[in-house]
């Protein structure tokens, strides 16, 4: 099965700031690569994600890139917002279905 | 409507209860999903149906029952509960061929005493 690693478990960045947060997969036949973000007491939304043709993906202040080589890909948050703080989780999908979850990584951004 | 509703938000249950979860959504995804999510960590998978028949059990203790009863809906019954079960249960759902995103609904915060 997969195995997700994601780094770092919390991240603490100045309003204005760029964030950047890493995760690491297993499974080479894995081809679908999202990050959620879940405020507190809500659910996991779905900010970005990237397919495996794909080497990087933006929207507005948001980006992902894939290695699929070192299998990694990571999330760009530039000009941080206080309204960015939540947790984010990357969740390469295995097989068809199955979303396999990273321990999160939860962001802080200082005003 | 790309919106998945659970109900009910809160659930307190004793050991020698059964309650039952639902979940629905009409964006016509014919994969629905539940996970478990415990404080501080990630969402665990449970259960998947595809096109209404369980395609993915990963190995719930069986007082945790899964139904679909229509591609609309999705029940957890709950039996015979440990305080350890307590948690945020989500429900979610896609496309069942790994075409576009999961949508998450907002959850039941289970307690069992």
């Known amino acids: 099965g997969e195995n997700v690693e994601q780094h770092p478990s919390t991240l603490s960045v100045q309003e204005g700031d760029s964030a950047v947060i890493k995760c690491t997969y297993s499974d080479s036949a894995s081809n679908y690569f999202p990050w959620y973000k879940q405020e507190l007491g809500k659910r996991p939304q779905l900010i970005i994600d990237?397919?495996?043709?794909?080497g990087e993906k933006k929207d507005q202040r948001i980006a992902v890139t894939l290695n699929k080589t070192a299998k990694h890909f990571s999330l760009h948050i530039t000009e941080t917002q206080p309204e960015d703080s939540a947790v984010y989780f990357c969740a390469p999908r295995e097989g068809a279905q199955k979303l396999v979850f990273g321990q999160g990584t939860r962001l802080t951004i200082n005003p | 409507d790309t919106e998945v509703t659970q109900t009910p938000k809160h659930l307190v249950m004793g050991m020698t209860n059964k309650k039952s979860l639902k979940c629905e959504q009409h964006m016509g995804h014919r994969a629905m999903y539940w996970y478990k999510q415990k404080a501080k960590k990630p969402p665990e998978l449970m259960f998947v149906?595809?096109?209404?028949?369980?395609?993915i059990n990963e190995s719930v203790p069986s007082r945790f029952s899964p139904e679909c009863p229509n591609s609309s809906l999705l029940n957890l019954h709950l039996h015979a509960l440990q305080p350890e079960d307590s948690a945020l249960y989500l429900c979610a759902s896609s496309h069942p061929r790994g075409v576009g995103e999961q949508y998450f609904g907002p959850g039941t915060r289970l307690t069992v005493t």
């Open positions: 990237i397919r495996s043709n794909v």
């Open positions: 149906y595809s096109y209404e028949k369980l395609s």
